[in-house]
């Protein structure tokens, strides 16, 4: 650890107010048995980071104050704690952010990112607005050769919109991706990347978002001014869509993938709807046969798997949903940002 300081500078969640982030100092942490420490190189902008930075009533029950935050990140190993032997120091990683406990019945059947005594990384403990972090090595998943950091930092977000996606067909499917925020995006763009025969990509009103669609590959793009049933309708004989995701958080998208999905087909919902119980038209879930399935997370390792290979063969175009990149120190900048919807992915670097 020779050129690790003793010290560091991070964002901190220090007031129990809106925004309430302050640099504050804190000692580098050290890597336990199992544990790396890693240098930051890029943190990306999560919706879950801007709940924090609103501090609505979840963000206070789960964040606690002088918790350093950020959870989609990407750097470099600069130590090991005892017993690590899957990792050298230099290795270039990104995080995964579902801290599993590995040995309960969820993680002994391959469903980790839904461990029975899991925690999220930078939310429910220090995380990666900051110089250095410590994670399990297992967390810290190698990333292909020569990838740009920035890019490596966003595979929470595309993990996220890669496991959604393959809650049903891909290849040679019809797919609607609902809301287009930075994981809808990265899902139509996944979508084709992966094999989609035709993808529609719908938001409401976001035109900035709709455009970007238009460029990562989208067939049809539709907004609030259309019939969002009728034209998914009309664009698939009739039938409806093999596939659709829900990335809006919004209950009038989510009855809308139920009356456009085809019979037999696959609704995968990876929403958290805020204050309204969203209604589901279960009828035609039941009548028309549907497969309805939440998602969480990115499944461990077979999600990352996949994004490794998209991402070495430069199948997906990061460049085109990372709008925004800026230095760490503009944080409070990317965080209000990130909140007018005026952009993509918004990466600060370190
Ligand atoms: N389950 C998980 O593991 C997990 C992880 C991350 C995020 N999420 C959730 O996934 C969702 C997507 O996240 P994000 O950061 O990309 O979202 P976001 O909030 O940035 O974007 C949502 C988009 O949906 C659009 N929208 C609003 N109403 C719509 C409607 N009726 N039809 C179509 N589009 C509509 C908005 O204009 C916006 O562009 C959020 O609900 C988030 O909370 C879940
Ligand atoms: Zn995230
Ligand atoms: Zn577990």
């Given at each position: 650890?020779?050129?690790?300081?003793?010290?560091?500078?991070?964002?901190?969640?220090?007031?129990?107010?809106?925004?309430?982030?302050?640099?504050?100092?804190?000692?580098?942490?050290?890597?336990?048995?199992?544990?790396?420490?890693?240098?930051?190189?890029?943190?990306?902008?999560?919706?879950?980071?801007?709940?924090?930075?609103?501090?609505?009533?979840?963000?206070?029950?789960?964040?606690?104050?002088?918790?350093?935050?950020?959870?989609?990140?990407?750097?470099?190993?600069?130590?090991?704690?005892?017993?690590?032997?899957?990792?050298?120091?230099?290795?270039?990683?990104?995080?995964?952010?579902?801290?599993?406990?590995?040995?309960?019945?969820?993680?002994?059947?391959?469903?980790?990112?839904?461990?029975?005594?899991?925690?999220?990384?930078?939310?429910?403990?220090?995380?990666?607005?900051?110089?250095?972090?410590?994670?399990?090595?297992?967390?810290?998943?190698?990333?292909?050769?020569?990838?740009?950091?920035?890019?490596?930092?966003?595979?929470?977000?595309?993990?996220?919109?890669?496991h959604t996606l393959t809650g049903g067909p891909i290849e040679g499917a019809?797919?609607?991706i609902h809301g287009l925020g930075p994981i809808g995006l990265f899902a139509?763009?996944?979508?084709?990347?992966?094999?989609?025969?035709?993808?529609?990509?719908?938001?409401?009103?976001?035109?900035?978002?709709?455009?970007?669609?238009?460029?990562?590959?989208?067939?049809?793009?539709?907004?609030?001014?259309?019939?969002?049933?009728?034209?998914?309708?009309?664009?698939?004989?009739?039938?409806?869509?093999?596939?659709?995701?829900?990335?809006?958080?919004?209950?009038?998208?989510?009855a809308n993938t139920v009356h456009s999905t085809r019979m037999g087909g696959?609704?995968?919902?990876?929403?958290?709807?805020?204050?309204?119980?969203?209604?589901?038209?279960?009828?035609?879930?039941?009548?028309?046969?549907?497969?309805?399935?939440?998602?969480?997370?990115?499944?461990?390792?077979?999600?990352?798997?996949?994004?490794?290979?998209?991402?070495?063969?430069?199948?997906?175009?990061?460049?085109?949903?990372?709008?925004?990149?800026?230095?760490?120190?503009?944080?409070?900048?990317?965080?209000?940002?990130?909140?007018?919807?005026?952009?993509?992915?918004?990466?600060?670097?370190?």
């Amino acid at each position: 650890m020779n050129q690790v300081p003793l010290t560091m500078k991070a964002w901190t969640k220090t007031l129990d107010e809106r925004g309430g982030f302050t640099l504050e100092d804190h000692p580098i942490p050290k890597p336990v048995a199992g544990e790396v420490l890693i240098q930051t190189l890029s943190t990306s902008v999560c919706g879950t980071d801007l709940h924090i930075w609103k501090w609505d009533d979840w963000s206070r029950e789960n964040v606690p104050l002088g918790t350093i935050t950020g959870h989609e990140t990407s750097g470099k190993v600069v130590a090991l704690g005892d017993g690590v032997t899957s990792h050298s120091i230099g290795d270039l990683v990104a995080i995964e952010c579902h801290l599993a406990c590995w040995s309960c019945p969820r993680c002994d059947e391959g469903n980790a990112h839904i461990c029975e005594n899991g925690s999220i990384f930078g939310v429910h403990g220090n995380g990666a607005f900051a110089p250095f972090f410590v994670v399990p090595a297992v967390n810290a998943r190698q990333i292909p050769e020569g990838l740009d950091p920035g890019h490596a930092s966003i595979q929470d977000p595309l993990g996220n919109a890669i496991h959604t996606l393959t809650g049903g067909p891909i290849e040679g499917a019809t797919v609607a991706i609902h809301g287009l925020g930075p994981i809808g995006l990265f899902a139509v763009n996944a979508a084709k990347a992966m094999g989609a025969k035709y993808v529609i990509a719908i938001d409401w009103d976001n035109q900035y978002r709709m455009n970007l669609a238009k460029g990562l590959g989208a067939d049809l793009v539709l907004g609030k001014d259309d019939d969002v049933v009728q034209a998914i309708l009309d664009a698939t004989e009739g039938r409806g869509v093999d596939n659709s995701c829900e990335f809006s958080g919004s209950p009038t998208a989510l009855a809308n993938t139920v009356h456009s999905t085809r019979m037999g087909g696959y609704v995968n919902v990876l929403s958290v709807y805020g204050d309204s119980m969203p209604a589901v038209p279960m009828n035609e879930v039941v009548f028309r046969y549907l497969h309805v399935k939440g998602i969480n997370g990115r499944k461990m390792w077979s999600t990352w798997d996949t994004m490794h290979e998209l991402l070495s063969a430069g199948k997906i175009d990061v460049d085109r949903v990372l709008t925004h990149r800026m230095p760490i120190e503009n944080f409070p900048e990317a965080m209000e940002l990130a909140l007018s919807g005026e952009c993509g992915k918004i990466v600060l670097d370190h």
